[in-house]
T-cell receptor
Framework: DAGVTQSPTHLIKTRGQQVTLRCSPI?????VSWYQQVLGQGPQFIFQ???????GRGNFPDRFSARQFPNYSSELNVNALLLGDSALYLC??????????????FGPGTRLLVL | DAKTTQPNSMESNEEEPVHLPCNHS???????IHWYRQLPSQGPEYVIH???SNVNNRMASLAIAEDRKSSTLILHRATLRDAAVYYC???????????FGAGTTVTVRA
């Protein structure tokens, strides 16, 4: 079975531009989470979507937005890019089971460089 | 979010066991202890998790102190492919997100 896939793998943008990152979850997984990983740090939670609804949001500005489609794939949008948005953006999918700790399965990430 | 403390780095020789400590003195009764690892140029991957009892799987073992204020991830025979950043994460049953710290960078010498 295919794992979590993300596109593009790398991206270069300039300050002020907008970017859209894409994620396809593992087949059967209805939850998608997005994380930002700045070089040298652990990933930081941005959003989680479950059944096309936002389930949670981390401490990120409104420039960051996301959505989940009927096929459970997801997009992360970042507007008005800043140099500090340069990072590895990770997508994770999970199978939500009531009363159980859900394991998150991560994709390889999209590396964004803002110049 | 409950906090965990891990050493910045550890070194090991190939074929030898690796014991990765994690302190979590403020753990609550409903917090599970999760371990993920991140190999170079990859996303994190699940390793193991537990609540109170020690746990084993094909990747590793998790030893949890009786007072639950600390735990140890044990890699029984390190290989070069185990070189990664290992993250110890506390997660409540209702918590949908993972709260990563800086983790421990494990280097395996051939």
């Amino acid at each position: 079975d295919a794992g979590v896939t993300q596109s593009p793998t790398h991206l270069i943008k300039t300050r002020g531009q907008q970017v859209t990152l894409r994620c396809s979850p593992i087949s059967g997984h209805k939850s998608v989470s997005w994380y930002q990983q700045v070089l040298g740090q652990g990933p930081q939670f941005i959003f989680q979507y479950y059944e096309k609804e936002e389930r949670g949001r981390g401490n990120f500005p409104d420039r960051f937005s996301a959505r989940q489609f009927p096929n459970y794939s997801s997009e992360l949008n970042v507007n008005a890019l800043l140099l500090g948005d340069s990072a590895l953006y990770l997508c994770a999918s999970s199978l939500v089971l009531a009363g159980q700790q859900e394991t998150q399965y991560f994709g390889p990430g999209t590396r964004l460089l803002v110049l | 979010d409950a906090k965990t403390t891990q050493p910045n780095s550890m070194e090991s020789n190939e074929e030898e066991p690796v014991h990765l400590p994690c302190n979590h003195s403020t753990i609550s009764g409903t917090d599970y202890i999760h371990w993920y690892r991140q190999l170079p140029s990859q996303g994190p991957e699940y390793v193991i998790h537990g609540l109170t009892s020690n746990v084993n799987n094909r990747m590793a073992s998790l030893a949890i102190a009786e007072d639950r204020k600390s735990s140890t991830l044990i890699l029984h025979r390190a290989t070069l492919r185990d070189a990664a950043v290992y993250y110890c994460i506390l997660r409540d049953l209702a918590d949908y997100k993972l709260s990563f710290g800086a983790g421990t960078t494990v280097t395996v010498r051939a």
